[in-house]
């Protein structure tokens, strides 16, 4: 019988992937103390280093939202516009 597949938060893998770092225990040790393959931990480990710097990057992503902003506030009043405008012809045509 095969039992459910585990779902970790990204705190309990950060967790685990930082005492790994740490290098206090060994991974065989932190798997037997989590209940988990020395493998997966090995990989949250890679993966919390790949993307450690993404951290500390500046805040570019958010300049683009603020354009993006921009340009769905202004694609919200062309259409309020539109809809206005439609609204107002069907009424002198009765519809």
């Known amino acids: 019988m095969k039992s459910k597949r585990q779902k970790h938060s990204g705190a309990f893998k950060a967790k685990v992937a930082i005492e790994a770092l740490q290098e206090r225990e060994t991974l065989?040790?932190?798997?037997?103390?989590?209940?988990i393959h020395p493998n997966q931990i090995a990989r949250w480990k890679k993966e919390f280093l790949e993307r450690a710097p993404q951290l500390f990057?500046?805040?570019?992503?958010?300049?683009?939202?603020?354009?993006?902003?921009?340009?769905?506030?202004?694609?919200i009043g062309q259409l309020e516009m539109e809809r206005d405008y439609?609204?107002?012809?069907?009424k002198k045509l009765g519809l």
């Open 28 to 35: 065989a040790e932190l798997s037997k103390k989590y209940g």
């Open 57 to 75: 990057e500046k805040a570019q992503p958010f300049e683009n939202n603020e354009k993006e902003m921009e340009k769905m506030f202004a694609k």
């Open 86 to 90: 439609l609204k107002k012809n069907l």
